[in-house]
């Protein structure tokens, strides 16, 4: 794995800001997690982008390390801007640092993630489509937040992701998705 470069001030700049378009379009504008607005208004979302062109788990965990320390920090996204990699080998890379911390869940969100290309579109098969960030990302929630949500919980978030995708349209989706990774594309392209 590689040092860590100086992160280029512009770089970082764009990342968070496409991130956050993804967060507020997509997450909170189609609203698929019902606790995202009120996390983001709120300040519990911490962002950090990391600027190796090769995933490095530690820097992640000393991430997680700051996040536990802050009471209120429920959610941390984990950005990788220079990283290009495969879907699985991304998915790889959110298991070790789930192992690393466990305090800390780790969710993999990936560009390259689409819906299902045959067969309906379910709530489970939803859930990758709806994880396709403008960049490779680790979204770390705290495990304590998590406890009491799985079960129907998780199973009526899923159901209700489902129902508003399909009445909304999953071109509609797909559509911003690829807008806002275009705009990320552009926007690294003038960097």
């Known amino acids: 794995m590689s040092a860590a470069a100086p992160a280029p001030a512009a770089l970082v700049a764009e990342a968070l800001r496409v991130n956050a378009r993804y967060v507020e379009e997509v997450v909170i504008g189609w609203g698929l997690c019902p606790w995202a607005a009120r996390a983001w208004n709120d300040g519990q979302v911490t962002q950090r982008v990391f600027t190796d062109a090769e995933p490095d788990a530690a820097?992640?965990?000393a991430f997680i390390d700051e996040l536990g320390a802050k009471p209120d920090a429920a959610i941390g996204l984990a950005i990788f801007p220079r990283v290009a990699c495969t879907v699985g080998?991304?998915?790889r890379f959110a298991e070790r640092v789930r192992r690393a911390r466990r305090?800390?869940?780790a969710a993999a969100f990936h560009p390259e993630y689409a819906?299902?290309?045959d067969g309906p579109l379910d709530a489970v098969r939803l859930v990758p489509f709806i994880r396709r960030t403008p960049d490779p990302t680790l979204q770390l929630v705290r495990a304590s937040l998590l406890a009491n949500l799985r079960g129907p919980v998780s199973d009526d978030v899923g159901r209700a992701n489902?129902?508003?995708v399909a009445a909304r349209?999953?071109?509609a989706l797909d559509a911003l998705l690829t807008a806002i990774r275009r705009d990320r594309d552009d926007a690294y392209s003038r960097l």
């Open 89 to 91: 080998a991304w998915e």
């Open 169 to 171: 349209g999953p071109a």
């Open 162 to 164: 489902h129902a508003t």
């Open 59 to 61: 820097p992640v965990a």
């Open 103 to 105: 305090e800390f869940l």
């Open 115 to 117: 819906p299902p290309a």
